[in-house]
């Protein structure tokens, strides 16, 4: 578990991220605009981000994730029943339930691939997304097209350009 914490818009914002070692979620934020901070006292909203669970990430750490956060932007194909839990959760994957998704499995090739939102949800400071296709930059090398929507999702959740 990486855990971030970043001020956005003037508030703190906390992300425990749950993804491949491989990719560092926090570096990938930095580099979109986010702001890096130290731990702060003052968290504003938090998030859980659940990609993919290793061993090293116990339960117990995402227990304690899930129980202090706002949102939890989920894997649709790592759910686990957890979006039946009473905390607000949005889908991302690379099937056609997710919130969010590529509108084709081969965009991941091209310079811009193109993610999909097929249902209306509102980002972390309140602005509603309506169902609509964006065009992204494929700048962040990653190789798995679950993590790669995972992360533009929540460059979208953060309202990160």
């Known amino acids: 578990m990486e855990e971030i914490f970043l001020k956005l818009k003037g508030k703190d914002i906390k992300i425990y991220s749950f993804t491949d070692r491989s990719v560092s979620l926090g570096d990938i934020l930095e580099k979109c605009g986010g702001e890096l901070t ?52 949005i889908s991302y994957g690379i099937d056609e339930k997710s919130t969010i998704t590529l509108s084709s499995i081969s965009d991941i090739e091209d310079e811009e691939p193109i993610i999909c939102i097929q249902r209306s949800f509102n980002s972390l400071f309140g602005n509603e997304y309506e169902p609509m296709e964006i065009k992204v930059d494929n700048v962040f090398g990653i190789k798995d097209l679950e993590t790669y929507v995972g992360v533009m999702s929540i460059k979208i959740i953060l309202e990160l350009d």
């Open 38 to 89: 130290e731990k702060s006292g003052n968290v504003y909203k938090s998030v859980v981000f659940l990609d993919k669970i290793n061993r090293k990430d116990k339960i117990f750490n995402l227990k304690k994730a899930l129980n202090s956060s706002d949102l939890i932007l989920i894997n649709s194909s790592r759910n686990m029943g957890i979006d039946q839990m009473n905390i607000e959760s």
